[in-house]
């Protein structure tokens, strides 16, 4: 009888990777003025991105919203934060604009990571 060994191509075995650490915001001293700027930061990031429209103001709103009541709740992970928003953002109606929920936690994600100082692209 063969074994499961003998019927599986040879797999190659590759070393385990370090997983990228969480980053973690500083807790919040002032949510609403955190979701002010995210909110102004956003809808820059989504006017410039393609064309200005008018649903860009609800979007970044709601965004922010999320934001700010995710950090009143004491969430600090960015990676947490941004999973509350494409979830929540997911009951948006974003047939009147280019974006979807996932660009607009992407772009926070983004925004967030610029403002720590952190590189977008390696997280260092």
Not at 56 to 65: C, D, G, L, M, P
């Amino acid at each position: 009888m063969a074994s499961i060994s003998d019927t599986l191509p040879c797999l190659a075995v590759t070393p385990m990777v370090e997983p990228i650490p969480p980053i973690t915001l500083p807790p919040t001293q002032r949510p609403q003025q955190e979701g002010e700027w995210l909110k102004a930061a956003l809808l820059n990031w989504l006017d410039h991105e393609f064309i200005p429209e008018q649903v860009n103001q609800q979007i970044a709103e709601r965004a922010a919203q999320i934001f700010i009541r995710q950090r009143m709740e004491g969430e600090n992970d960015l990676g947490s934060l941004v999973i509350a928003i494409v979830t929540e953002m997911q009951s948006f109606d974003f047939s009147q604009s280019f974006f979807s929920e996932f660009a607009v936690a992407n772009a926070v994600s983004d925004l967030l990571l610029e403002s720590l100082g952190i590189d977008r692209c390696c997280g260092e």
